[in-house]
């Protein structure tokens, strides 16, 4: 079933696939990234989908890039002369 979070259902079926790989995962989400509706906020609905299929099954693939999505992302010294 498509959500607002998941329109294409690209997260759902990943977590059917069996034996995906982490670069087959990667290359899913960049696609899901690409299919978020407009006004849809990104970090919004990858904790929907973190909720809807992370519990059950937390060793998978899509679960660990889910994660790291939402993980807060350091700031760096900006370069050039002004560094």
Do not use: F
Request: charged share 30%; aromatic share 4%.
């Amino acid at each position: 079933m498509n959500t607002a979070d998941d329109p294409k259902g690209l997260i759902r079926e990943s977590y059917r696939i069996e034996g995906i790989s982490d670069a087959e995962c990667r290359s899913i989400l960049v696609d899901w990234a690409l299919s978020v509706p407009d006004g849809r906020d990104p970090q919004a609905a990858l904790k929907a989908l973190l909720l809807r299929y992370g519990a059950a099954a937390p060793d998978h693939p899509m679960t660990g890039l889910l994660r790291e999505g939402l993980a807060p992302r350091p700031t760096r010294p900006r370069g050039g002369r002004r560094a």
